[in-house]
């Protein structure tokens, strides 16, 4: 017997046990002084009440014999499919009920789906990069190339014709930068891959940040994705269900390749190794589609917009270089007076008690910047900028 052995190709990521170790060390010296947490990915408001109210009908339902849900379809309830239907017809997208599949989230969905591409694929991601798509790849021995998100692109890398490419990894708006490809950008991309006959697998976790005009809320807003994308969404950051667990992956009846369907092949994938999410799940997930659920989430998300925006506007203030907080969570800056990420960490932590995330830990391009994030409470959020402007400001 022998495990994977790709396993020991992994890069150990000692980013979050860093932090975390750190800001015990001094918490436990400092017992005095308050922390600000500004480095957390999760959000921090409660569900919306529309969804409480959906989750106790169904619970209530699976109490009596007459309206108990045993298995389900392992790729949604038609009630579900149905209300995603109608959100993406609200961007100008229509798709097909089979081109949708509800997952238990968006990280599961963007592993599993490696089960339907031949292993001597060549992937190419982002640097700085989710570190989800580079391991998922490298568990299943695949080579991962990096192409470089930088200042100088705004950290949103263009295709590069003379770069040989089948599955390519688009993260927009951006974790960790916060940056957002605009729809003609996009159209490069899926130019870029029809052309190649590649494959984008377009990450749209963060889809419901977006504010401005222009922006792609999914790729399937862009003529010709349709044959080229497969997209990744999440009820995680739209409506708090990172605790909850439901997503969805769009996979067009049109992306085909030498006679073979990628919806077919993940229908097949989901079907033999997937039972579905729980129908109370389900449930609670449509109630974020009715009017009452889309007007309580969209203040809930306008909470950490806010949040952005106290984050976005200390930068400003300062003058300091940033991507994202308008269309996104994150606010990925560069770190004043040529320090690098750790050691920006260590300043902030020990002059004012503000914890961020280094952004060296997502990838050689990360060196030299850092990720503030907007999901805390507006006091803590406020207290932390007001800290930083008098720190930087000196
Ligand atoms: N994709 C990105 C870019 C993320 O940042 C995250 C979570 O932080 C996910 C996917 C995972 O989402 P889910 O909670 O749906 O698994």
Same mark, same amino acid.
């Given at each position: 017997?022998?495990?994977?052995?790709?396993?020991?190709?992994?890069?150990?990521?000692?980013?979050?046990?860093?932090?975390?170790? =750190?800001?015990?060390?001094?918490?436990?010296?400092?017992?005095?002084?308050? *922390?600000?947490?500004?480095?957390?990915?999760? @959000?921090?408001?409660?569900?919306?009440?529309?969804?409480?109210?959906?989750?106790?009908?169904?619970? #209530?339902?699976?109490?009596?014999?007459?309206?108990?849900?045993?298995?389900?379809?392992?790729?949604?309830?038609?009630?579900?499919?149905?209300?995603?239907?109608?959100?993406?017809?609200?961007?100008?997208?229509?798709?097909?009920?089979?081109?949708?599949?509800?997952?238990?989230?968006?990280?599961?969905?963007?592993?599993?789906?490696?089960?339907?591409?031949?292993?001597?694929?060549?992937?190419?991601?982002?640097?700085?990069?989710?570190?989800?798509? @580079?391991?998922? /790849?490298?568990?299943?021995?695949?080579?991962?190339?990096?192409? /470089?998100?930088?200042?100088?692109?705004?950290?949103?890398?263009?295709?590069?014709?003379?770069?040989?490419?089948?599955?390519?990894?688009?993260?927009?708006? /951006? /974790?960790?930068?916060?940056?957002?490809?605009?729809?003609?950008?996009?159209?490069?991309? @899926? #130019?870029?891959?029809?052309?190649?006959?590649?494959?984008?697998?377009?990450?749209?976790?963060?889809?419901?940040?977006?504010?401005? !005009?222009?922006?792609?809320?999914?790729?399937?807003? *862009? #003529?010709?994705?349709?044959?080229?994308?497969?997209?990744?969404?999440?009820?995680?950051?739209?409506?708090?269900?990172?605790?909850?667990?439901?997503?969805?992956?769009?996979?067009?009846?049109?992306?085909?390749?030498?006679?073979?369907?990628?919806?077919?092949?993940?229908?097949?994938?989901?079907?033999?190794?997937?039972?579905?999410?729980?129908?109370?799940?389900?449930?609670?997930?449509?109630?974020?589609?009715?009017?009452?659920?889309?007007?309580?989430? =969209?203040?809930? *998300?306008?909470?950490?917009?806010?949040?952005?925006?106290? *984050?976005?506007?200390?930068?400003?203030?300062?003058?300091?270089?940033?991507?994202?907080? =308008?269309?996104?969570?994150?606010?990925?800056?560069?770190?004043?007076?040529?320090?690098?990420?750790?050691?920006?960490?260590?300043?902030?932590?020990?002059?004012?008690?503000?914890?961020?995330?280094?952004?060296?830990?997502?990838?050689?391009?990360?060196?030299?910047?850092?990720?503030?994030?907007?999901?805390?409470?507006? !006091?803590?959020?406020? !207290?932390?900028?007001?800290?930083?402007?008098?720190?930087?400001? =000196?």
């Amino acid at each position: 017997m022998h495990f994977n052995t790709h396993f020991n190709d992994i890069a150990q990521s000692y980013l979050f046990s860093t932090i975390a170790q =750190k800001v015990a060390a001094y918490s436990a010296a400092n017992p005095d002084k308050t *922390i600000l947490r500004l480095g957390i990915g999760d @959000v921090t408001l409660p569900l919306a009440p529309a969804v409480i109210y959906a989750l106790h009908g169904a619970v #209530d339902e699976m109490s009596k014999k007459e309206t108990f849900h045993g298995y389900g379809p392992e790729q949604g309830y038609d009630f579900l499919k149905e209300s995603i239907r109608g959100y993406y017809r609200t961007n100008g997208v229509e798709l097909e009920p089979d081109e949708i599949f509800i997952s238990d989230g968006a990280k599961s969905d963007l592993g599993n789906i490696l089960d339907i591409f031949a292993a001597d694929n060549k992937v190419l991601v982002p640097d700085p990069v989710y570190p989800v798509y @580079v391991d998922t /790849n490298v568990m299943a021995g695949r080579k991962v190339e990096y192409m /470089n998100a930088t200042a100088q692109n705004g950290f949103l890398p263009m295709p590069d014709y003379s770069v040989d490419a089948d599955i390519i990894y688009l993260c927009s708006p /951006n /974790n960790p930068t916060g940056a957002a490809y605009s729809k003609a950008q996009l159209k490069e991309w @899926v #130019d870029y891959a029809n052309a190649k006959g590649a494959v984008i697998l377009y990450d749209a976790a963060y889809e419901c940040f977006i504010t401005e !005009e222009g922006l792609a809320r999914s790729i399937f807003q *862009i #003529d010709g994705a349709k044959t080229c994308a497969i997209e990744f969404c999440s009820f995680s950051k739209t409506a708090g269900f990172t605790g909850t667990r439901c997503g969805y992956t769009v996979v067009p009846l049109a992306l085909k390749r030498d006679g073979m369907s990628a919806n077919k092949m993940w229908l097949r994938r989901q079907t033999t190794k997937f039972n579905g999410v729980p129908y109370i799940v389900q449930r609670g997930a449509a109630a974020v589609f009715t009017q009452e659920g889309q007007k309580q989430i =969209k203040a809930n *998300i306008a909470v950490y917009q806010s949040n952005a925006k106290i *984050i976005a506007d200390c930068m400003d203030d300062l003058g300091i270089w940033y991507t994202g907080g =308008k269309n996104s969570p994150y606010i990925w800056l560069k770190c004043p007076n040529g320090m690098d990420s750790w050691t920006f960490f260590d300043y902030l932590l020990e002059n004012i008690q503000v914890v961020g995330t280094p952004g060296a830990g997502f990838g050689a391009n990360g060196e030299g910047f850092f990720r503030l994030t907007a999901f805390g409470s507006p !006091e803590v959020t406020k !207290e932390a900028a007001d800290r930083i402007k008098k720190l930087l400001s =000196k």
